[in-house]
């Protein structure tokens, strides 16, 4: 799959669905998305007449992005489409074009080169020219797809010339292939894992050679007298018949010089045509090249989902067989690929442009979430390079620190940051950048609040080094104030060392901020600046908020913008944040602080420290809370409100009597209420949160004394609340199959949404031991031992790293893997393998024997690995003696550990079956090491719409309403496929759900045709076939459910016509639905009353998943009743509906995100596979799955 920016509306967004319109003002009629869909015929510059199926919302550059991926096209550039003799705009819709209708005849017209755009072509024709072999794309770093190795016959024959049969003599699959089914080491509880057989074999040849050398003329660049008659570049061929020509690249395109190997002559040669297209000239001058590039543009198409672009970088963990090249590279010194590094765009403004697009109508809201994503990715691949080309030492510092060296480079500034024993060393380091990168997408995230903005950024790792990349800041602006202070402080307007000022900028940033902490649940607060001074702030107290030249408001350093975890911040370690500013308060700061330590305990459960060690020390001082777990805290204590404020009102006469009354009853029962839970208001439910609390080196003045206590109380409940009730929650989940981790990946992401940290993991094992039912969690067990086993690796491996010079990098690598996961691993000594071949290449030996990461052995390492897991997670003897303890206790397999710390490390291993049993012979050897690529996380840039709409539907499911489901979940297919691919992870899983919903309402036939394209037909006939074959094989029969409904396209859905889908299924659709949820009523309730549910919070309503709105009413008005003092009449079921649960149904107000597993169907053999491919014990047979860099590596 190729990972490549996707621009505009491409050939793979063509969307015609027929789904249900969307709801509010900006209501699109989709149906009518259906007729806009007609074809228009193109012709001109020099290609063959053919038809284009375009749709009206298209715009003009979208369809010439179409254009440009057809091979009828491909690779001319730099064209423009006229009508009528008109040229159109590209940012003009087609809707609004006159003229255009089905059969328009729209003409490509040749445009003018600029340097630029010659150097564009050269690099599409160089792209065009370099057609990957089987195995090409997989040493670039891309990733295959599986889908044909399920499909691909077993005598296909390997890069190596092994047949895959061959390969798999030792398995016992192999009988099993014969016949069609599936073999041995796909299926679950199989201890063989073989690697040759995950990676597909093309069917297609390998590219033929189309030219010897294509390469910058001797005679580059061209004298001044040339560039003023319009010469841009000269270029060199050597075409396979021995012939040598300069070719000259001019405005109107690329022609035949005159100039030789020793003589310079830029005139045109004889009978040489000036060509638009540089292959053109190249089919003129070479016959080999023209018949070879003739079969390159009729060859067959790829499966589309072997082509699939992805926005973002994809990692394989294993490459081709054969490490060394195949074909030599032909077009190394043409320059192109470095013209890009060289021109170094304003990411910044690139951002902040498009996300002031307007957001007025949904199509507005459409192409601002596209363009978001297409920069955002551009971004993230700029960052990959840039400090892949940093760590490799191409780069000099701009700074002359040589403990935080500063970078720039392609538009970016590059820097580890400064290492600060506060926060906690190395670590603290890595997690302040994890942090502010959080910060950042929080403050991005936040709906409603223009003006407010952060710079781009995004944190790489690569060779055992993180660095933070961010977009260029603009120059900021100074106030009046400002222009006495020094330069330093100029444009800082908010912050602790802003000192005190006044101006119309800053009241205006004031106000965003204030608006910002409402809806991140931050409390004002104030502390005491260095200079003694007070100063109120809406955040952190190291955020600092300044005006930008573009006269745009920023605010940096946002890392420390969640609350604080209590749980791992020891109470001796950060008390006395209150300052002694005079000796009058000198005797009221001692009251608090006794106070303080008679109350030091408060907020933790009875007896908590001595059951679960907590508070303790963490390795770094930077732990904090995540948001989801905010919100659903916020939600708790809403229900604890709620229950004390219907508790009073019964116990002063009954709540219709205090509602009603005239009295101060309905008002006493309020502020009692807000005082037994913590809110921060008396009058009304508000929680709020102060960040700098548990925070060292932050002082409070003695003012803020009272709300520090609270804020101290809350933090002490929150950080217990993840302990007594979000682990339990989650392990009951996994009891009742609404949560089915099955590897780390999706381990990690079941925790998070439950706003668990990955430091929690050790209790999460201490509650499966102590679980009655670990046996039925020992799934959960094994995922959770081998995730922390490999991220106490991980963190190793960045340490071993660092003493390793670069020309030993993959010895000591592959010196590290056969330590970390063979049994008590003794190497052999480096320095005799060195001297071997150091004699076969005629040296003399180097000084390796003296290099410390060679001496590391097995008990060593995994000794480190036992204290990195006791420091972080609290496990003494859970990992055992060795790696044989894994898979002897846990049923973890050592293929599947090797995989996860490869995608987690960025370490690419060459294709070939490891034995990693051998206490003797070292598992693999340098050349098996192929690579290390850079791994990232990002900003994610969500398809808000496309979001809303899958939300409403998924409360839809939990109601067991399918019918408004099915017509929410069509409305976010169709939104996503405008906005995003068809890779995109909510796109893939949008998809699957609407595939089961729709097969729950009794419409197996609707699932079968709308579903699959017509570029999936060939990829569907053939696994057809196979899984018929294997269910005959197996002795089952097989249920009508369209195989990897996570895969499904979405382009077909244009052929199933709206008409009666909605309607169609009627009473049928609802009863088929309640049948099969019927079981799991009472479980989906249960979840339901812990979800994060839409209540009334910090004086609005709390929506952490930003609902459907037009899909749901909030009563506000209901709790508002409540907490107003009885301002507002409220009845006991609105009360009741606030904790989530009304008369015994779901509350309607609540966001509860389900799992796929809540859905009862049943599953086909492609299904038990594709589930055992996820689990812990067989993730290897899914080796090459595509997996985002930022997933892979996110801590």
């Known amino acids: 799959m190729k990972d490549k920016v996707k621009k505009g509306g491409g050939k793979n967004q063509v969307k015609a669905d027929v789904i249900s319109p969307p709801s509010g003002d900006d209501t699109v009629d989709i149906k009518q998305e259906e007729s806009t869909a007609f074809p228009v015929k193109i012709q001109g510059a020099g290609v063959e007449p053919f038809e284009l199926q375009v749709n009206a919302f298209w715009l003009v550059q979208d369809v010439m992005m179409a254009l440009l991926s057809r091979n009828e096209v491909c690779p001319r550039s730099n064209l423009s489409l006229a009508l009528a003799g008109a040229t159109l705009d590209p940012l003009a819709e087609l809707l609004g074009i006159k003229g255009l209708k089905s059969g328009a005849l729209i003409r490509l017209v040749e445009e003018p080169y600029t340097l630029h755009s010659a150097r564009v072509h050269l690099a599409r024709v160089v792209e065009l020219l370099r057609t990957s072999g089987p195995h090409d794309a997989l040493r670039e770093g891309r990733s295959p797809s599986v889908l044909e190795t399920l499909t691909h016959t077993p005598e296909s024959n390997l890069a190596n010339g092994k047949s895959l049969k061959r390969s798999l003599s030792n398995t016992k699959g192999e009988s099993a292939n014969q016949d069609g089914a599936p ?93 638009h297209c540089l292959t053109d000239l190249l089919c003129h001058l070479s016959p080999t090249f023209k018949q070879a590039f003739t079969t390159l543009k009729n060859r067959p198409q790829q499966l589309p989902v072997e082509a699939m672009p992805t926005p973002y970088h994809t990692l394989c963990w294993l490459g081709p067989p054969c490490a060394s090249r195949v074909h030599k590279n032909t077009f190394s010194r043409l320059g192109v690929d470095e013209q890009a590094a060289a021109q170094a765009p304003d990411w910044n403004e690139e951002l902040q442009a498009a996300r002031d697009l307007p957001e007025g109508s949904l199509e507005e809201r459409i192409q601002r979430d596209k363009t978001l994503l297409q920069i955002n990715s551009a971004f993230v691949r700029t960052a990959m390079q840039g400090v892949e080309t940093v760590v490799d030492g191409f780069v000099e510092p701009v700074n002359g620190n040589p403990e935080d060296p500063a970078f720039l480079w392609g538009g970016l500034f590059m820097s580890q940051g400064a290492t600060s024993p506060v926060f906690g060393g190395e670590r603290g380091r890595r997690a302040a950048q994890r942090l502010e990168l959080k910060g950042v997408q929080a403050y991005s995230d936040l709906d409603g609040l223009q003006g407010l903005h952060t710079i781009p950024t995004a944190i790489v790792d690569y060779r055992g080094v993180r660095l933070s990349a961010q977009g260029l800041a603009p120059g900021f602006e100074s106030s009046e104030q400002d222009q006495k202070d020094s330069p330093a402080s100029r444009g800082l307007l908010y912050g602790v060392n802003a000192g005190p000022q006044e101006s119309p900028h800053r009241r205006r940033l004031l106000g965003l901020l204030a608006h910002a902490a409402k809806s991140l649940s931050i409390q004002r607060h104030v502390v005491v600046a260095p200079k003694g001074h007070r100063v109120p702030l809406f955040t952190s107290a190291d955020a600092q908020g300044l005006l930008g030249a573009d006269g745009r408001f920023y605010i940096l350093d946002v890392f420390r913008s969640f609350p604080a975890d209590a749980n791992f911040c020891p109470e001796g370690e950060t008390q006395n944040q209150i300052a002694d500013e005079d000796e009058q308060s000198s005797e009221k700061c001692k009251e608090n602080e006794e106070n303080s330590n008679r109350n030091e305990k408060e907020g933790w459960p009875e007896n908590y420290q001595g059951m679960n060690g907590l508070p303790k020390s963490f390795p770094h001082a930077l732990c904090r809370l995540r948001p989801e777990l905010v919100q659903a805290f916020i939600q708790h204590k809403h229900c604890q409100f709620t229950r004390i404020v219907k508790k009073k009102m019964d116990e002063s006469g009954g709540f219709e009597e205090c509602a009603t009354a005239c009295d101060s009853r309905a008002t006493d029962a309020v502020r009692a209420a807000c005082r037994d839970v913590g809110s921060v208001s008396d009058i009304i439910f508000e929680m709020r949160f102060n960040p700098n609390v548990f925070s060292p080196g932050i002082q409070f003045p003695p003012a803020e004394s009272a709300a520090t206590n609270l804020q101290e109380k809350l933090l002490r409940e929150a950080a217990a609340f993840i302990i007594t009730h979000q682990i339990p929650d989650f392990l009951q989940c996994c009891l009742e199959n609404h949560e089915a981790p099955m590897d780390g990946a999706s381990l990690k992401q079941a925790l998070h949404q439950r706003g668990i940290n990955l430091r929690y993991l050790g209790h999460v094992v201490k509650a499966i031991n102590q679980s009655e039912h670990k046996e039925r969690l020992r799934h959960i067990l094994r995922s959770t031992i081998g995730e922390i086993f490999i991220r106490s690796a991980k963190r190793v491996f960045n340490h071993f790293l660092q003493g390793v010079d670069v020309s030993c990098l993959s010895t000591a690598v592959s010196h590290f893997l056969g330590c970390l996961l063979v049994h008590h691993f003794i190497p052999s000594p480096v320095g005799e393998e060195v001297r071997k071949k150091s004699r076969r290449r005629g040296r003399a030996a180097g000084a390796s024997e003296s290099m410390p990461w060679s001496m590391l052995t097995g008990s060593e390492l995994w000794n480190l690995v036992c204290q990195d897991a006791v420091e972080t997670y609290d496990i003494s003897d859970s990992l055992g003696a060795g790696p044989n303890h894994l898979v002897e206790h846990y049923g973890l397999q050592k293929l599947s550990l090797l995989r996860d710390f490869c995608l987690k490390t960025g370490v690419q291993l060459r294709l070939r079956d490891y034995i990693l049993d051998s206490q003797n012979k070292a598992p693999m050897s340098p050349d098996d090491i192929l690579n290390i690529f850079p791994v990232v996380k990002h900003i994610n840039t969500p398809a808000v719409d496309a979001s809303r709409a899958f939300r409403a539907a998924q409360n839809y499911i939990q109601k067991g309403l399918l019918d408004q489901a099915h017509e929410q979940l069509k409305e976010a297919a169709y939104l996503y496929g405008r906005v995003c691919d068809d890779l995109d992870p909510e796109a893939c899983y949008c998809n699957s759900l609407l595939a089961k919903v729709t097969y729950l309402r009794g419409k197996a036939a609707e699932v079968a045709s709308c579903l699959y394209s017509d570029r999936f037909q060939e990829y569907k006939q053939k696994h057809l076939e196979r899984k018929a074959a294997a269910a005959k094989e197996l002795g089952f029969k097989l249920p009508i459910w369209p195989l990897n409904s996570h895969l499904v396209n979405r382009e077909e859905k244009s052929s199933v016509k709206e008409s009666g889908v909605g309607k169609e299924s009627g009473d049928e659709g609802n009863n088929e639905g309640k049948k099969d949820c019927e079981g799991q009523q009472q479980p989906l309730e249960d979840t339901s009353a812990k979800s994060d549910a839409g209540v009334l919070a910090n004086g609005h309503v709390v929506e952490p998943t930003e609902p459907h709105k037009q899909a749901r009413k909030v009563d506000v008005d209901a709790d508002r009743g409540v907490t107003e003092a009885g301002v507002q009449a409220v009845d006991e079921g609105e009360i009741q509906s606030a904790s989530g649960v009304k008369n015994g149904t779901i509350d309607k107000d609540i966001d509860t995100v389900p799992s796929p597993s809540a859905l009862n169907s049943k599953l086909t053999w492609a299904d038990v596979v594709s589930k055992s491919n996820n689990g812990a014990g067989s993730k290897a047979v899914n080796g090459v799955n595509s997996v985002t860099a930022n997933g892979a590596a996110e801590e």
């Open 183 to 275: 073999p041995d080491y796909l299926l679950p509880g199989s201890s063989e894992r073989p690697l040759m057989a995950l990676l597909p074999h093309s069917s297609q040849t390998e590219a033929p050679s189309y030219l010897k050398d294509l390469s910058l003329s001797c005679w580059h660049p061209p004298p001044g007298h040339r560039k003023l008659q319009g010469d841009f570049m000269y270029i060199t061929v050597a075409t396979i018949e021995g012939r040598h020509c300069d070719i000259t690249s001019c405005p109107k395109g690329f022609f035949l010089n005159r100039s030789t190997e020793d003589l310079f002559d830029p005139r045109p040669a004889q009978s040489s045509p000036i060509c």
